[in-house]
């Protein structure tokens, strides 16, 4: 079946520091879909790519969708205290969805 | 802002007891899902459920679990002879239509102890 695998597993960096995060499906994604959950909480959604080789910012987050739609990118520059949390990408069909294993980022002060 | 609601926010059951955890879903949203997420895991789809019928489940959504929506209000998650293992974070999302093209919400959560 499907497999949706991300790296790092975790990251530690210093406050300022940028943050990558890689995501990888076994098979082509009809989209990709990204969440972040603070400790203790629960996944809130922050985007979604739909088309290959899309490329989109929220502020200090960029999020790119590969040209081969399998793979995906989230990097967050500058990163700051607020970032902390783990960040998971996630494909979805229809109406079921694959969760990769996340991120765990720690900020350094 | 309008909000997924889930109750109880923590159970705490005897092996082989069934439990029910509920959901509240936004109101306009018609698609609903549970997910688990063991501790310090990747979050686990289980079922989606619309109009009425399960749309899609996965190999964990087995013989134990049940959906409803019994009043049009509240969607359950029902396990009915829990296992260690069982326990677990389980999450109720919405939305309004199908994950490939709509955000979905998520509850803050039941964590559920199996003992």
């Known amino acids: 079946g499907q497999q949706v695998m991300q790296i790092p597993q975790y990251q530690h960096v210093q406050e300022g520091e940028d943050f990558t995060t890689y995501c990888n499906s076994s098979?082509?994604?009809?989209?990709i879909q990204w969440y972040k959950q603070r400790p203790g909480g629960h996944p809130v959604f922050l985007i979604q790519l739909v088309k290959s080789g899309e490329v989109k910012k929220q502020k200090r987050l960029t999020f790119q969708f590969g040209e081969a739609k399998k793979n995906s990118s989230l990097h967050i520059t500058a990163t700051q205290t607020t970032d902390v949390g783990t960040y998971f990408c996630a494909g979805a069909r229809r109406d079921k969805i694959i969760f990769g294993k996340g991120t765990r980022l720690h900020i350094l002060p | 802002e309008p909000e997924v609601t889930q109750t109880p926010s923590h159970q705490v059951t005897q092996m082989g007891q069934e439990v029910i955890l509920r959901c509240v879903p936004i109101?306009?949203?018609?698609?609903f899902y549970w997910y688990r997420q063991i501790l310090g895991q990747k979050v686990e789809f289980l079922v989606s459920?619309?109009?009425?019928?399960?749309?899609?489940k996965s190999e964990i959504f087995d013989d134990q679990f049940s959906v409803e929506r019994p009043d049009g209000s509240n969607f359950t998650l029902k396990i009915r002879s829990t296992k260690l293992e069982d326990s677990a974070m389980y999450f109720c999302?919405?939305?309004?239509?199908?994950?490939?093209?709509?955000?979905?919400?998520f509850g803050p959560g039941t964590r559920l102890t199996v003992l």
């Open positions: 098979t082509t994604l009809s989209n």
């Open positions: 999302a919405t939305a309004r239509g199908l994950l490939s093209y709509n955000e979905q919400f």
């Open positions: 109101s306009n949203h018609l698609y």
């Open positions: 459920f619309y109009n009425n019928e399960i749309s899609e």
